[in-house]
T-cell receptor, first 113, second 112 residues
Framework: AQSVTQPDIHITVSEGASLELRCNYSYGATPYLFWYVQSPGQGLQLLLKYFSGDTLVQGIKGFEAEFKRSQSSFNLRKPSVHWSDAAEYFC???????????FGAGTTVTVRA | DTGVSQNPRHKITKRGQNVTFRCDPISEHNRLYWYRQTLGQGPEFLTYFQNEAQLEKSRLLSDRFSAERPKGSFSTLEIQRTEQGDSAMYLCAITSGPYEQYFGPGTRLTVT
């Protein structure tokens, strides 16, 4: 069975500072990994994805994530956060056959001025 | 715009009533998924369709829940005899490209 753990429930970061959100997954084969962002009351927006190849993937809004197989991790980073990055972030893992996603519980990011 | 609309966006209903939600992809997509998201949690898979066929249902989907995709385009999710525990955001997603899922804005259900 596949599962995702996001160890940090809530992170507060100053505007302009760097951000890193942790994600650990459990999956028997090579996973397909995703990061989504959700603003209050909204659906989920896909930030980036990893299927294969280069383990450092670039996404939208200046985000990047690094797949580390040895650590079963797929951490999300941004060098300099903007106030508009305040949202909830979800890591997800999916298999290659039915694409059914399993999500972590999410990390809420607060950006202070 | 993810190309997926959901209606209604909000639904308040009394316990015991039936409700129906609709998901409309803008264009045709083979696979369509329903997820449920409760407060403070990530989305949980409910069911998915490939064209008209419902291929899998989660154990979360009790017999009070039914989903259809009659023509392989839009989909409906019905909850009969709603309970307070059904209060959640119901999200629809479609696959586009190799593996990505794109989500609609969701329908927030409140059962009073």
């Amino acid at each position: 069975a596949q599962s995702v753990t996001q160890p940090d429930i809530h992170i507060t970061v100053s505007e302009g500072a760097s951000l890193e959100l942790r994600c650990n997954y459990s999956y028997g084969a090579t996973p397909y990994l995703f990061w989504y962002v959700q603003s209050p009351g909204q659906g989920l927006q896909l930030l980036l994805k990893y299927f294969s190849g280069d383990t450092l993937v670039q996404g939208i809004k200046g985000f990047e994530a690094e797949f580390k197989r040895s650590q079963s991790s797929f951490n999300l980073r941004k060098p300099s956060v903007h106030w508009s990055d305040a949202a909830e972030y979800f890591c997800a893992v999916g298999p290659s056959n039915d694409y059914k996603l399993s999500f972590g519980a999410g990390t809420t990011v607060t950006v202070r001025a | 715009d993810t190309g997926v609309s959901q209606n209604p966006r909000h639904k308040i209903t009394k316990r015991g009533q039936n409700v129906t939600f609709r998901c409309d992809p803008i264009s045709e997509h083979n696979r369509l998924y329903w997820y449920r998201q409760t407060l403070g949690q990530g989305p949980e898979f409910l069911t998915y369709f490939q064209n008209e066929a419902q291929l899998e249902k989660s154990r979360l989907l009790s017999d009070r829940f039914s989903a259809e995709r009659p023509k392989g385009s839009f989909s409906t999710l019905e909850i009969q005899r709603t309970e307070q525990g059904d209060s959640a955001m119901y999200l629809c997603a479609i696959t586009s490209g190799p593996y990505e899922q794109y989500f609609g804005p969701g329908t927030r259900l409140t059962v009073t």
